[in-house]
């Protein structure tokens, strides 16, 4: 089982649509998360970070479970820009004095016009 | 403000060889990780540098070594290429190993 699973997609929505994307992690020690957007043969960017209250910024919202293991991103009111590769990504350290990123293979998302 | 920069830009190698990446930090960032993308997957974890020392590694082989300078940079060495290391290496930096990483825009790696 991967630690970090996500519905690979692909996502096809029309412009103005809502989507979401779901995330499950296995290692319940981790310790922060975020989603990242890499565009085709881009490196990955970070979108934002996700708390167990739920962020907002602008359209997007973030939502944490951690009892669930649960991450989940929505997208509101989709442009054409936001057509990309949305990553899930897991934040854990062994021994307090590292940290490592651990992702998701990605779910593609593309917004029709 | 120069983010984060990695060199070469694309690197064809043959089996067996040995190469060497680049990388150089964010102004301001101490800490660098490496990762390494295959086609159509995320990036997976090789190690995190921080100090001068390796501080924390994910599941590669030996053949996988690194290095980090005085000044922050780092390199990424690969000993005995394989065809299956044929990927985008990715270099990642932050202000101290707790901080949010960000992304060079890596180095392809070609295999043949």
């Known amino acids: 089982r991967k630690e970090v699973e996500q519905d690979p997609g692909p996502f096809n929505v029309p412009e103005g649509a809502t989507v979401a994307f779901n995330c499950t992690y296995s290692?319940?020690?981790?310790?922060?998360f975020f989603w990242y957007r890499q565009d085709c043969r881009k490196e990955p960017k970070l979108l934002m970070s996700?708390?167990?209250s739920g962020n907002e910024d602008g359209r997007f919202t973030a939502q944490l479970n951690r009892a669930s293991q649960y991450i989940s991103l929505l997208i509101r009111d989709s442009k054409l820009s936001d057509s990309a590769t949305y990553l899930c990504?897991?934040?854990?350290?062994?021994?307090?004095?590292?940290?490592?990123?651990?992702f998701g293979s990605g779910t593609q998302l593309t917004v029709l016009p | 403000d120069a983010g984060v920069t990695q060199s070469p830009t694309h690197l064809i190698k043959t089996r067996g060889q040995q190469v060497t990446l680049r990388c150089s930090p964010k102004?301001?960032?101490?800490?660098v990780s490496w990762y390494q993308q295959a086609l159509g997957q995320g990036p997976q974890f090789i190690f995190q540098?921080?100090?001068?020392?390796?501080?924390q590694r994910g599941n590669f082989p030996d053949r996988f070594s690194g290095h980090q300078f005085p000044n922050y940079s780092s390199e990424l060495n690969v000993n005995a290429l394989l065809l299956g290391d044929s990927a985008l290496y990715l270099c990642?930096?932050?202000?101290?190993?707790?901080?949010?990483?960000?992304f060079g825009d890596g180095t392809r790696l070609s295999i043949l």
């Open positions: 990642a930096s932050s202000q101290g190993w707790d901080q949010p990483q960000h």
């Open positions: 290692n319940s020690a981790s310790q922060s």
């Open positions: 996700v708390y167990s």
């Open positions: 990504v897991v934040s854990s350290s062994r021994d307090g004095s590292a940290r490592q990123l651990t």
């Open positions: 102004s301001g960032h101490d800490t």
């Open positions: 540098y921080y100090e001068e020392e390796e501080r």
